[in-house]
């Protein structure tokens, strides 16, 4: 099975990297990309550049079995449409792979405002990360086109049509909170990991970052 986690990486943080990797370890998935986005379709657009965006995912996950970064969004002009993205991996990885997005409760809330959304339940499953004893969002328009599972053996024997929620340790981390964190001259420390941390220095990202590498 495939796992893929979009976003803007603005930069990339815990909040991200934690629940990709229970995620991961929990369905045993055998590949998990980070997408970074070039133009979110919904949002204003990213502070940081993408060749830095990309870079920061790359120092964060380095090491880490069975993470990757795929950079194709990046590389695509105009919004980033998750449809598009999915279209492409099902096209590369075939019909048979099980392949599943990866998100979080607010963006299922949120799924039928997406570009093309109902074209989703034939490309990937859904995996969505939510907060353990918080209850999953069973009102989604999405329900009625990929039925809810708690099977991952179901996931494993289907390509995608399902929706599968998992609990996920969530921390209260945003990269807006980083960025104005940065902005006033505090310190990240603990927040995001600490290649990301001296890259953001070493090339002085999100304005009134100043201090030197640590």
């Known amino acids: 099975m495939i796992g893929v986690l ?109 570009d093309r959304w109902r074209e989703i339940a034939r490309l990937a499953h859904i995996v969505v990360a939510h907060r353990p004893g918080t209850l999953p969002a069973v009102d989604s328009p999405y329900l009625e086109l990929a039925p809810a599972t708690d099977s991952v053996a179901l996931l494993r024997r289907s390509a995608q049509g399902r929706v599968f929620f998992q609990p996920v340790t969530q921390l209260d981390i945003s990269a807006t909170g980083i960025r104005e964190c940065l902005r006033a001259g505090r310190s990240p420390r603990f927040l995001l990991p600490g290649s990301v941390r001296r890259y953001i220095a070493e090339h002085r990202l999100y304005r009134d970052v100043s201090a030197p590498p640590e």
């Open 6 to 114: 979009g976003g803007t990486f603005d930069p990339v943080h815990y909040g991200h990297l934690r629940p990709a990797l229970e995620v991961c370890e929990w369905l045993g998935l055998s590949e998990l990309r980070l997408i970074p986005c070039r133009e979110p379709p919904h949002r204003p657009p990213p502070e940081a550049p993408p060749h830095h965006r990309l870079a920061m995912v790359e120092r964060a996950i380095s090491g880490v079995p069975g993470f990757r970064v795929d950079a194709r969004e990046l590389a695509r002009p105009g919004p980033s449409f998750t449809v598009d993205t999915l279209a492409e991996l099902r096209a590369e990885i075939g019909p048979e792979c099980p392949l599943l997005l990866v998100m979080g409760m607010d963006a299922f809330a949120g799924l039928h405002g997406w």
